[in-house]
């Protein structure tokens, strides 16, 4: 097995600047989770395959459990735990609880980001294209249909 190399990294995270020195193969969900104690984005497969690991990279949703964090260097990151600080983010979250679009709740955070990535870029999605936006999301416990009740309905709010 080959050494591991350090990597320093300058990211701005949910607004504030952090300076990272991590192994250069890190990616970012452990930095998130490990380094920096934000908790709210998740790791679920590990394969870009689930979509809980979602954050926002300069207003879109990036899947950041398998892409080294040296790729997001000198970007601006908003987490789950940021979300709120936008009209929109409030937006969203008020339309996931008032449309109980959660059921075990461990894809509701990347469901979010992704929601509100979203409507940051297309104010007003239709059907195929929430759906599109959605697509490397899993939810197992069913709540799917109530997800896209809840962004139709933070669209309209």
Known sequence: ?????????SLTINGT???IASDLDTPLVYVLRDELKLKGTK???GLEQCGA?????????????????EVFDGKEI????????????QRVQRAFVEETAAQCGYCTPGLVVAAVAL????????????KRAL??????????PRVLKAIKRATTT
């Not at 097995?1 to 990294?9: E, F, K, L, T």
């Not at 490397?136 to 799917?144: A, F, T, V």
């Open 119 to 130: 409507l940051e870029n297309t104010p007003t999605p239709d059907s195929e294209t929430t």
């Open 53 to 69: 690991c979602a954050v926002m990279v300069e207003g879109k949703a990036v899947l950041s459990c398998v892409t080294p964090v």
């Open 78 to 89: 908003t987490t789950i735990e940021g979300i709120a600080e936008t009209e929109i983010g």
């Open 135 to 144: 697509t490397p999301h899993l939810c197992r416990c069913g709540s799917h």
């Open 1 to 9: 097995m080959g050494a591991c190399h350090a990597v320093s990294v």
């Open 17 to 19: 600047r952090h300076d």
């Open 43 to 45: 790791f679920g497969c």
